[in-house]
């Protein structure tokens, strides 16, 4: 199953905002091409036995046990800045590169233009769905990987303007939380995507776990044989 596109941001129609794609994966394999931007939250809490198992990242459930935990708020808002950063890097190559020659081509007002990407006419990412490599250390609970875009000359505005990876171990719990958390958070200039490669994966069981699961049943059966042989 391929990936899953889980909204848009509410901008007008034929908008010339550029787009701030997140997406949120598994370890392996890396994403192709390499975002921009790139977190690894695995050091993050895992979601308690009975939530992975019955929940994934886009699931109330998990993300309200998300929202209540203080290392994802924290991790969650480190990211932002450093998304932050990047964009109004990529806005300015967008202002000069793209919007001028638009606004000159098109015979549409600049400022018309420039006022509708960048005084937040975009809105945060809404719907109504139940919502190691080398790494610089971006702040607790994450590791960062980035590399800011040199030039935006041959940017268009049908292709991303930033692209951010967000990735957990599997890709189906933390990475998507976080990456709806912040989809739906203000982004003022930006149409706002987020895309979820793994959520459909399905946990592979390690054969260690396997190997204490039947220790433990086997242990359970020699208690319960004892219990009946001193009774």
Not at 59 to 81: E, H, M, T, V, Y
Not at 91 to 96: F, T, W
Request: charged residues 30%; aromatic residues 6%; positive net charge.
């Amino acid at each position: 199953m391929g990936a899953v596109l889980s909204g848009l941001a509410k901008t007008a129609p034929n908008s010339q905002l550029p787009l701030l794609l997140i997406t949120s994966h598994g370890e392996k394999p890396p994403l192709n091409p390499p975002p921009q931007l790139q977190f690894d939250i695995r050091s993050l809490k895992t979601p308690p036995r009975h939530i992975c198992d019955t929940h994934n990242g886009m699931s109330k459930c998990l993300q309200d046990w998300a929202n209540a935990d203080p290392g994802f708020i924290s991790c969650r808002d480190a990211i932002r800045l450093e998304i932050q950063l990047a964009a109004k890097v990529t806005l300015d190559g967008y202002k000069k590169n793209v919007l001028k020659p638009y606004s000159k081509s098109a015979g549409v007002d600049k400022d018309t233009l420039c006022q509708r990407a960048f005084m937040g006419e975009a809105t945060p990412r809404t719907d109504d769905k139940e919502t190691t490599p080398d790494t610089d250390k971006g702040g607790d609970g994450y590791a960062l990987s980035h590399e800011l875009p040199e030039s935006t000359s041959s940017f268009r505005p049908s292709e991303p303007g930033l692209r951010v990876g967000i990735n957990c171990l599997i890709g189906r719990h933390r990475s998507v939380a976080m990456a709806e958390a912040l989809a739906n958070m203000p982004w003022p200039g930006w149409e706002v995507q987020v895309e979820h490669r793994d959520v459909w994966k399905k946990c592979r069981k390690s054969k260690k776990t396997d190997k204490r699961r039947d220790r433990r049943s086997r242990q359970d059966e020699n208690n319960v044989r004892f219990e009946e042989g001193m009774g």
